[in-house]
Nanobody, 126 residues
Framework: VQLVESGGGFVRAGDSLRLSCLIS????????VGWFHQYIGKEREFVAT????????YYGDSVKGRATISRDSTKNTVFLQMNSLKSEDTGVYYC????????????????????WGLGTQVTVSS
């Protein structure tokens, strides 16, 4: 399984952005696919995750009400729509896949995901 993120860029506070994560390889092997955010010098922070069918999603506290994760199986792509962007949303956004269905206890932790993309940079100016 390989993951490739896209959609990052430079935006202003209050703008919206949609990130994409293209999944290739054994796509049916992915259970949950999530997004994590990392700012320079800080740990990766959970943003959102979605199950294989696309019907179950969880969100981190920092984006609740501002983000929507979705999954299009026909395109093997997971999307992250982010609205009302803030300067603290600046950072690299990584897509990650859980190939082993490691369970709810790890659903919001980087340790719950086996495969990672290289990330896409988002810069929000205030």
């Amino acid at each position: 399984v390989q993951l490739v993120e896209s959609g990052g860029g430079f935006v202003r506070a209050g703008d919206s952005l949609r990130l994409s994560c293209l999944i290739s390889g054994e796509t049916t092997a992915t259970s949950y696919v999530g997004w994590f955010h990392q700012y320079i010098g800080k740990e990766r922070e959970f943003v959102a995750t979605i199950n294989r069918a696309g019907g179950v999603a969880y969100y981190g506290d920092s984006v609740k009400g501002r983000a929507t994760i979705s999954r299009d199986s026909t395109k093997n792509t997971v999307f992250l729509q982010m609205n009302s962007l803030k300067s603290e949303d600046t950072g690299v956004y990584y897509c990650a896949a859980d190939l082993n269905n490691q369970g709810m206890a790890k659903r919001t932790s980087p340790s719950g995901y086996n495969v990672w993309g290289l990330g896409t940079q988002v810069t929000v100016s205030s």
